[in-house]
C-alpha cells in the first residue's frame, strides 16, 4: 500500500466540502427555527432542545458524509 498525493488531496476536498455543507445546514435550520438556540439551551438549559439539535446535527452529519462519499 503507497501513499498517493491525489487521493490525499481527494480526501481533503471532500473533507472540506462536507464541513462547509454541514455548517450551512446547521445555520439554515437554526434560522428557520422559531426560538433563539442559544438562549434557550444555554440560558434557560432547555436539555430537551439541545438533544434534539444534536441528534438533528448528527443525522445532517450522517446524510452529508452519505452525499459525499
Same mark, same amino acid.
Given at each position: #500500500?503507497? +501513499?498517493?498525493?491525489?487521493?490525499?488531496? *481527494?480526501? %481533503? @476536498? =471532500?473533507?472540506?466540502?462536507?464541513?462547509?455543507? =454541514? $455548517?450551512?445546514? +446547521?445555520? @439554515?435550520?437554526? &434560522? /428557520?427555527?422559531? @426560538?433563539? %438556540? $442559544? &438562549?434557550?439551551? @444555554?440560558? &434557560?438549559? *432547555? #436539555?430537551?432542545?439541545? /438533544? %434534539?439539535?444534536?441528534? #438533528?446535527? %448528527?443525522?445532517?452529519?450522517?446524510? /452529508?458524509?452519505?452525499?459525499?462519499?
Amino acid at each position: #500500500m503507497e +501513499f498517493r498525493i491525489d487521493h490525499f488531496i *481527494n480526501a %481533503l @476536498v =471532500y473533507a472540506f466540502l462536507g464541513i462547509i455543507i =454541514y $455548517w450551512i445546514a +446547521f445555520f @439554515v435550520t437554526d &434560522k /428557520i427555527h422559531p @426560538v433563539n %438556540l $442559544w &438562549k434557550e439551551i @444555554v440560558e &434557560k438549559q *432547555n #436539555m430537551a432542545l439541545a /438533544i %434534539l439539535f444534536g441528534f #438533528m446535527s %448528527l443525522g445532517i452529519g450522517i446524510i /452529508i458524509a452519505a452525499a459525499v462519499h
